[in-house]
């Protein structure tokens, strides 16, 4: 156990649905990062936040959106949802609002859009 | 072309090789990292390094930022070892910028 907890493990849900996508991180660190890893574009980047706000993003798109909450667990949301979004979606958790002085990253989301 | 590229993108070897993955970046970097993705999705990190050598067991990491460049050899492989092995780099502040990944099998 990494000490960051996504939840769920597995999703599967229709196309122009909306799902959310829950992150706790390790306890004591202040951002989340959110990361989509798919076959053809590999892992990439979406979206940080510290301790509360935005921070950095990356190649995300409109209809997702995130948040990080005053207990620091931080929810990505998806909506109208296309096949395309089927992916493994990560968060990764670190101490300040950099990852090269280390992070931890959770075990994913599986997301299959039918 | 990428900002990180891995070579091989597969590779097989059989138990007890000595197995060296391969990656070259193409910006200026304050770190790069080696993550290891096991069949069951989850990614921990390996290392992260911004110069010279680490060693941790088994597995050994470099890094030659003259030619931004950077090996992760194993040595006495092991079926267990059987990953995916990710290369990214940070720049500065910056967020995670990755490989495209290197899928080792190593066989009994």
């Known amino acids: 156990d990494s000490g960051v907890t996504q939840t769920p493990k597995h999703l599967i849900t229709a196309t122009g649905q909306r799902v959310t996508l829950r992150c706790s991180p390790r306890?004591?660190?202040?951002?989340v990062y959110w990361y989509q890893q798919s076959l053809d574009q590999g892992l990439q980047f979406l979206i940080q936040y510290y301790n509360g706000e935005e921070r950095a993003k990356g190649n995300i798109l409109e209809r997702f959106s995130a948040q990080q909450f005053p207990d620091l667990h931080s929810e990505l949301n998806l909506s109208s949802l296309e096949l395309g979004d089927s992916a493994l979606y990560f968060c990764?958790?670190?101490?300040?609002?950099?990852?090269?002085?280390?992070?931890?990253f959770g075990s994913g989301t599986r997301l299959t859009v039918v | 072309k990428n900002e990180v590229e891995q070579s091989p993108q597969n590779l097989t070897a059989q138990e007890g090789e000595f197995i060296t993955i391969n990656c070259s970046y193409s910006v200026g970097i304050s770190a790069l990292h080696w993550l290891q993705q096991h069949p069951g999705g989850g990614i921990v990190s390996l290392f992260m390094l911004s110069s010279g050598k680490k060693k941790h067991g088994r597995l050994i990491a470099t890094i030659n930022i003259q030619e931004k460049h950077s090996s992760l050899h194993i040595t006495a492989s092991h079926p267990r070892d059987s990953a995916v092995y990710i290369c990214?780099?940070?720049?500065?502040?910056?967020?995670?910028?990755f490989g495209q990944g290197t899928r080792l099998t190593i066989n009994p």
């Open positions: 990764a958790s670190s101490v300040g609002e950099q990852q090269r002085y280390g992070y931890t």
């Open positions: 306890s004591g660190d202040l951002s």
């Open positions: 990214a780099v940070t720049q500065g502040a910056q967020k995670l910028v």
